[in-house]
């Protein structure tokens, strides 16, 4: 159920970003959501892709610092508390969200969102208890 | 008064020679009889001490270098007996090992002495107001500078360093007529000084005594603009014994060495040949009345030469030039001693190899500041913001432990530090000094 998700590390300078997804673009790797945490000095580019382990490949190759994480994808109902039901299940929980961020929108009823938890599995399973779609990795590649 | 020990700061050259060949016969006797580590560098060389009876010797005996210190940490060198010593300082080592340095009361009533003869020469008297703004602690400036100021008779205020605001209202308050610091904590102090709208006129500051860092003959224009007073290159090592090693007298045209108490030698750092009158070379010193911690031609580092010529101001003691550089990779910030293979230590604690890194030294607003930038391995990313501000935190915390002196650290993109033939350059230093 868990979602490998590429992160890179970038500097706070023009063309970085550029390089990244030039660098994904010529080994015909697809980026289907995105995001990135800035501070004043670098950034962190999270992403999720169709085929993870060439992309932490090819960017290792390309000198950049990368890791690859593990994090949850859900689908929730594109209406007003939609992401609540999801959010309700995790603080019930008492799992803390460390971050996250919703996906390029690809069906007209759901809204996907990426979630990174401090327990992966626990969240998962509650997630699923409480009613949320948790997608699996093998649908949200092919995104 | 002029001089503050004219029998020796006037002394006859052949009279010299005979001073300093006696107490360096005396020197290596006692080395070599009660510190094992030069008797075997001796034996080693198949030298005796019978066969040391000139200054022309000199060059027959080993050389001693900074790591020996770190060797025999840390107090493999001192030719006394430990209940002897009533001084310990140390200065900052590069693999977080302390040079450490010892005393004894003569060496004390000695380094009084040499920092008598420069502050004398800077002008100061029974009369004056000094304001040792060096730190004190383990650090030799502050105390050094004291001891000195004690011996003149002058009114000594001890102030050590930082806290500028205040620095400068005692000046102002007290009648500080000599200031004793980095030359570019002197510059800062002036813009301070401006920024509360004190004016120069207002001080009874007439001189300074500056070292412990390179500085330019700009910065000393500057400073002697801006606080309108003589400013004096001073310079020392605590290897060597602290502040007072040589001094500039008011013609400020070389700095006089002490060489009653310190012989020196000019170099080649490559080949270690000694290298004739007036040519630039690495220093070398040899210690001819210390007790505690004797040093054998020590090997400074840094680049300077040698005028034998009598100076203007009376003086027949040897000057040496303002020093013009390090032979090794040495950077002085702050007045701290900072070599990159201590950053280098610091990073190997933050993953399996040191990552790539650069120290980039500037000077803002006449402060040293250092930059490190940290090249990001894997083993230091993570996907979170907070886990890599984290270890940027860390790198820091250590580096200021180690160094001695706060830098900021940047992390960057793997393999965009700059490598020439695959080595990485470690240091830019853009001080305009």
Same mark, same amino acid.
């Given at each position: 159920m868990l979602v490998k998700q590429i992160s890179v590390f970038l500097e706070n300078k023009s063309g970085r970003l550029d390089e990244v997804t030039k660098v994904l673009a010529d080994n015909n790797i697809n980026i289907s959501a995105l995001s990135i945490a800035d501070t004043t000095d670098f950034g962190i580019l999270r992403i999720i892709v169709n085929d993870p382990d060439k992309a932490e490949k090819v960017l290792k190759e390309n000198d950049f610092a990368v890791s690859s994480t593990e994090v949850i994808a859900i689908a929730v109902p594109d209406q007003p508390g939609g992401l609540e039901k999801a959010l309700k299940a995790l603080n019930e929980a008492s799992i803390g969200i460390e971050y996250m961020y919703a996906f390029v929108g690809k069906t007209e009823e759901e809204a996907l969102v990426i979630l990174r938890v401090e327990a992966l599995e626990e969240a998962a399973d509650k997630l699923v208890k409480n009613g949320v779609k948790v997608l699996s990795a093998d649908k949200v590649y092919k995104l | 008064m002029q001089y503050w020990n004219p029998t020796y700061e006037c002394m006859h050259r052949e009279e010299m020679t005979r001073v300093q060949t006696a107490r360096l016969i005396d020197t290596v006797k006692k080395v070599y009889h009660n510190v094992p580590f030069y008797r075997e560098k001796m034996q080693k060389k198949g030298i @005796? =001490? $019978?066969? &040391?009876?000139?200054? @022309?010797? #000199?060059?027959k005996l080993p050389f001693t270098y900074k790591q020996d210190l770190r060797d025999t940490y840390p107090y493999g060198l001192f030719a006394a007996p430990l209940s002897e010593i009533v001084r310990i300082h140390a200065s900052s080592g590069t693999t977080g090992k302390q040079t450490v340095v010892g005393y004894t009361r003569k060496d004390i009533d000695t380094w009084a002495e040499v920092a008598a003869r420069t502050l004398t020469s800077a002008?100061?008297? /029974?009369?004056s107001f000094i304001q040792v703004a060096y730190g004190y602690g #383990?650090?030799? $400036?502050g105390l050094g500078i004291h001891y000195g100021a004690e011996r003149v008779g002058a009114s000594v205020i001890p102030i050590s360093g930082g806290n500028t605001k205040r620095q400068i209202q005692i000046m102002k308050d007290f009648g500080t007529t000599l200031l004793a610091c980095t030359p570019s904590y002197a510059l800062y102090m002036a813009e301070e000084m401006e920024e509360m709208g &004190?004016?120069? @006129?207002?001080?009874? #500051?007439?001189s300074g005594v500056f070292g412990a860092e390179p500085w330019s003959e700009n910065m000393r224009k500057e400073i002697e603009e801006r606080l309108g007073i003589l400013a004096i290159d001073i310079y020392g090592l605590s290897e060597v014994i $602290? =502040?007072?090693v040589a001094t500039e007298c008011s013609c400020r045209c070389g700095l006089h060495i002490q060489e009653d108490h310190f012989i020196p030698e000019i170099i080649d750092p490559v080949t270690e040949e000694v290298l004739p009158y007036g040519s630039k070379g690495e220093l070398v010193f040899t210690t001819v009345t210390k007790e505690g911690l004797p040093l054998i /031609?020590? /090997?400074?580092r840094d680049i300077s030469t040698l005028n034998y010529e009598k100076c203007e101001c009376g003086r027949t003691t040897v000057r040496m030039s303002k020093v013009s550089g390090r032979s090794d990779d040495m950077l002085i910030i702050r007045g701290v001693n900072v070599f990159p293979s201590q950053v280098e230590s610091v990073l190997l604690e933050f993953g399996e190899t040191a990552p790539h890194y650069l120290m980039i030294v500037d000077r803002v607003d006449n402060l040293d500041v250092l930059e490190i930038w940290v090249e990001v391995n894997q083993d230091m990313f993570s996907d979170q913001v907070k886990r890599i501000e984290d270890v940027e935190k860390k790198i820091r915390k250590a580096i200021e432990i180690t160094l001695g002196i706060n830098a900021k650290v940047k992390l960057v993109e793997p393999k965009t530090i700059e490598r020439s033939e695959g080595k990485a350059k470690r240091v830019i230093d853009k001080r305009k000094i």
């Open positions: - | @005796e =001490p $019978g066969d &040391i009876n000139s200054v @022309e010797d #000199l060059k002008g100061a008297d /029974r009369n #383990l650090f030799t $400036g &004190i004016k120069k @006129e207002e001080l009874q #500051l007439k $602290g =502040p007072g /031609r020590y /090997r400074t």
